[in-house]
């Protein structure tokens, strides 16, 4: 069954660090999202994007927050100057865009962030 | 987006069936009802999804009423493995197409031996 894949699936960083954190969605899906997941807390939004923009956006996300998809597979998250509170787990989704009613989004297993 | 409200946690022996109830008296018309599965230190797995009355997978069933204000999430003899937290997530398509849920607490599942 296809899945969507992550990289790494642990990070640790120092403060004021940037980060890319890596996925490969599904082969044939065209819509893509970020997630996070602070320890112990609901999952939240971040961002959704399709055909190379971003569709729509949280306000988590804010200037410090990037996504990309740099080629035909990888998807990225890109956090420029890391702080405290972006120690989370985070999840890449993706979704097939199959009929134009509804979608349904497979989830990666996530990567855990540590700032430090 | 509609609110969803489910029970913080259950508590099963194995070998029951389980039914998790979600309230979203809100629910939109092109909204759908999702669930998703989500085991410690993992992504959500989907699970289940449905417009209204009754959906079976090889894994579970997914009951809505008429009016679409609540739905049960039914796991027919729940074993230890499915321990976990259990998201109802309402949402619908954008205008660009995409879909936009919002994850709740969930409902936290513990399977007693």
């Known amino acids: 069954e296809p899945e969507v894949t992550q990289t790494p699936s642990h990070q640790v960083t120092q403060m004021g660090q940037e980060v890319i954190l890596r996925c490969v969605p599904i082969s044939n899906h065209l819509y893509f999202y970020w997630y996070r997941q602070i320890l112990g807390q609901k999952v939240e939004f971040l961002v959704s994007?399709?055909?190379?923009?971003?569709?729509?956006k949280s306000e988590i996300f804010d200037d410090q927050f990037s996504v990309e998809r740099p080629d035909g597979s990888n998807f990225t998250l890109k956090i420029r100057s890391t702080k405290l509170e972006d120690s989370a787990m985070y999840f890449c989704?993706?979704?097939?865009?199959?009929?134009?009613?509804?979608?349904?989004?497979?989830f990666g297993p996530g990567t855990r962030l540590l700032v430090l | 987006l509609a609110k969803t409200t489910q029970p913080i946690s259950m508590d099963s022996y194995e070998g029951q069936e389980v039914n998790i109830t979600c309230s979203h008296n809100n629910i939109a018309t092109n909204d759908y009802i999702t669930w998703y599965q989500q085991f410690p230190s993992q992504g959500p797995r989907f699970i289940i999804q449905?417009?209204?009355t009754k959906v079976t997978n090889e894994v579970a069933s997914l009951f809505i009423p008429a009016d679409r204000k609540s739905s049960t999430l039914s796991l027919p003899r729940v074993s230890l493995s499915d321990t976990a937290v259990y998201y109802c997530?309402?949402?619908?398509?954008?205008?660009?197409?995409?879909?936009?849920?919002?994850f709740g607490i969930g409902t936290k599942l513990q399977v007693i031996p």
């Open positions: 994007f399709y055909n190379n923009e971003i569709s729509e």
């Open positions: 997530l309402v949402g619908g398509l954008r205008a660009g197409g995409y879909q936009k849920v919002t």
């Open positions: 449905g417009y209204k």
């Open positions: 989704a993706s979704s097939e865009a199959r009929d134009r009613v509804r979608e349904t989004q497979y």
